[in-house]
């Protein structure tokens, strides 16, 4: 089988920007009218001919989504079990060399901090810790899932890249979806940002994901994080990532995210910004092309703009969220990976999501799918 | 009513006496769901173990239901095989005391297109476990003689992939299966106008299965009630016994009229 990251070390980056430069507002209106919708039209949606047809990319993707999905937006919460981090990442909060409080949350800690986020009302959780295996290695992992027991209905993980047998494992341990985010495509100024570390190997990075589903992960989680890279290649790339995966694993749902980066205690400010219009644009091209993926929205986008998004294509959005670990229960506070900019409350958001037509989803998959019930 | 009365609608030896059945799904909120439910004049609902939770009292979406007027069918959407599907069937019947089962099994996350091989062990499985199984299944009328054979209720063969609102594109499979049926067949997924409701009772199908249609409507009351008239509108049809489909305009004066004119006057 080819692997993703065969493909993409084949891949002429200028000869993609090429494309997307080239596109008319011919190319533009062809995307747009058609049902499926080709590579080829997804470098049309994502140019710069595209963005006086935002409302129309808008409007195609909002209907879209509300035929695939309904009026519904499911709600998770990220629980941090540590900021302890081997990687050197020029942009990140976590990033080894600064000097953040260190923490890795016990496994009544973690408990601590679910049954908050259980009596909020989540029953999708995902754990997310730096990169070291010193402090989250697969037995800790393990301890941390059996001790949530069946109080959540999903958990994933977004962690440090593991090997096929370790996801399996963790499949096995109840773990049904998995987090894995490139931050970068272009292989070039992936090095710019991973300085030293394991995640400097972008080969390696690429590749865990299809160990993972291999491994038998229900839920895909890719994702680029914008302001490091040219947005529109990447969001080309990640377009391609997408089809790739589907077409390899068709058990697996595939959930796409796109984080504008954040400041953080490494007060890194992105070298490419991506506005909001381009943001949306690109959002939208994304659901036109995917009109079966799960598109994410962490609480690093302000609250205008999750409000305003809503409707368009998003499915998925993490609410009240502490980026810091024991952030839900500590009253000191270790490093926190980004800032958050919607600090609405989890009872806020879900309030809002009614107020804008739709149901807010707490639920969406149940234990029993992965775990052994009653005989 | 004239004409002659449509069989009665018996699953499981219940009868129902309305030949629309809907989903919960995809509703803006458990309020709107239980209004178009109410206006559709079902009798069957079939709710996503997936997405209620049926050890919880307070439920939202279990809660916002009559279940006095309502028969419950839970269904396993999201299992990706046999052996996930019976858990959940399982765990169902535990909590909800009710035996009648949709059996999903949808390993393609996409389209939801469900799995034959996994849906006829699934049904084995649970029927020999006293489960009352409607299965969903592709538009094959093989698999749903086996399905049928293995002790199912009824069975559900799609119109066209859920919620993609495109009507009955499975037509010439679909009158196969019905031609064939023993038990009801209930047409699921893809009706998403209420002519596609209408064509699929006027086509011989015992009932319907609708959700997107009505969920994603401006109105999903009002559409509710187009749904529940489309499907009254058909029976009453069916009843009425409808003349033959011809492709040309039949002649008013017959080719072989000839044969009772006296031979006298034909010279």
């Known amino acids: 089988m080819t692997t993703f990251a065969d493909t993409m070390e084949q891949l002429d980056l200028a000869e993609v920007d090429a494309r997307i430069a080239a596109a008319t507002e011919q190319d533009v209106a062809r995307a747009l009218a058609r049902e499926r919708r080709t590579i080829e039209d997804l470098a049309a949606l994502l140019s710069p001919a595209a963005a006086p047809h935002l409302e129309q990319m808008a409007r195609r993707a909002a209907a879209l989504t509300e035929q695939r999905f309904g009026r519904v937006i499911q709600l998770y919460a990220p629980l941090y079990l540590s900021n302890e981090c081997v990687n050197k990442c020029t942009y990140c909060g976590f990033s080894h060399e600064l000097p953040i409080t260190r923490r890795t949350l016990s496994v009544d800690e973690v408990l601590r901090d679910a049954r908050i986020l259980h009596d909020e009302g989540f029953r999708h959780l995902l754990l997310v810790s730096g990169e070291d295996r010193r402090h989250v290695g697969m037995a800790y992992l393990i301890d941390v899932v059996r001790a949530l027991g069946t109080l959540f209905e999903s958990i994933a993980i977004e962690i440090q890249p593991l090997r096929e047998e370790e996801y399996r494992r963790l499949v096995e341990a109840g773990v049904d979806g998995i987090a894995l985010y490139q931050e970068l495509y272009d292989a070039e100024r992936y090095n710019l940002y991973h300085v030293a570390g394991p995640k400097r190997h972008y080969r390696n990075r690429l590749l865990a994901i299809e160990a993972a589903a291999r491994a038998g992960m229900r839920s895909l989680g890719i994702g680029t994080l914008l302001g490091l890279g040219h947005w529109r290649r990447e969001a080309w790339c990640l377009g391609l990532h997408a089809r790739h995966l589907m077409r390899h694993f068709w058990q697996s749902r595939l959930a796409v995210s796109f984080p504008r980066i954040r400041a953080c205690a490494g007060d890194y400010t992105p070298d490419l910004p991506v506005t909001d219009p381009e943001f949306v644009q690109m959002l939208c091209a994304m659901r036109l092309f995917l009109p079966d993926a799960e598109l994410v929205l962490s609480t690093r986008e302000p609250a205008h703009l999750r409000d305003g998004l809503l409707g368009i294509g998003v499915t998925r959005m993490s609410a009240g969220s502490r980026t810091d670990p024991g952030g839900y229960t500590a009253a000191d506070h270790a490093g926190e990976q980004f800032e958050i900019e919607d600090g609405r409350s989890p009872a806020e958001i879900a309030r809002l999501i009614e107020a804008r037509g739709f149901e807010p989803v707490w639920k969406d998959f149940d234990r029993a799918f992965v775990a052994p019930g009653p005989p | ?267």
């Open chain 2, 1 to 267: 009513m004239s004409g002659k009365p449509l069989e009665k609608l018996v699953i499981a030896g219940v009868e129902l006496h309305s030949r629309l059945f809907v989903g919960t799904g995809k509703f803006a909120s458990p309020q709107a769901m239980a209004q178009a439910v109410e206006a559709s004049g079902t009798e069957l609902v079939t709710v996503a173990l997936r997405r209620v939770d049926v050890r919880d009292p307070h439920d939202r979406t279990l809660a916002a239901l009559d279940l006095t007027k309502y028969r419950l069918l839970p269904n396993t959407s999201g299992a990706r095989n046999a052996d996930e599907a019976v858990r959940l069937a399982r765990l169902a019947r535990a909590a909800t005391g009710t035996a009648w089962l949709k059996l999903e099994v949808t390993p393609d996350p996409n389209y939801l297109l469900p799995d034959p091989i996994e849906t006829l062990r699934a049904a084995e499985t649970l029927v020999a476990e006293g489960f009352v199984v409607l299965p969903y299944i592709n538009a094959d009328p093989v698999l749903a003689k086996r399905l049928e054979d293995v002790g199912c209720a009824t069975v559900m063969p799609l119109g066209s992939p859920i919620g993609s609102n495109r009507g009955l594109r499975t037509a010439d499979q679909l009158r196969i299966i019905i031609e064939q049926a023993r038990v009801p067949v209930v047409v699921d997924a893809g009706i998403g106008m209420p002519s596609h409701a209408a064509e699929a009772i006027e086509m011989g199908a015992d009932a319907v299965l609708v959700n997107t249609a009505l969920a994603v409507a401006s109105d999903p009351v009002a559409m509710a009630r187009a749904f529940r008239l489309a499907v009254q509108a058909a029976e009453l049809a069916r009843q009425a016994g409808p003349g033959p489909v011809s492709d040309r305009a039949s002649a008013s004066s017959p080719l072989t009229g000839f044969l009772h004119e006296s031979k006298g006057a034909s010279a």
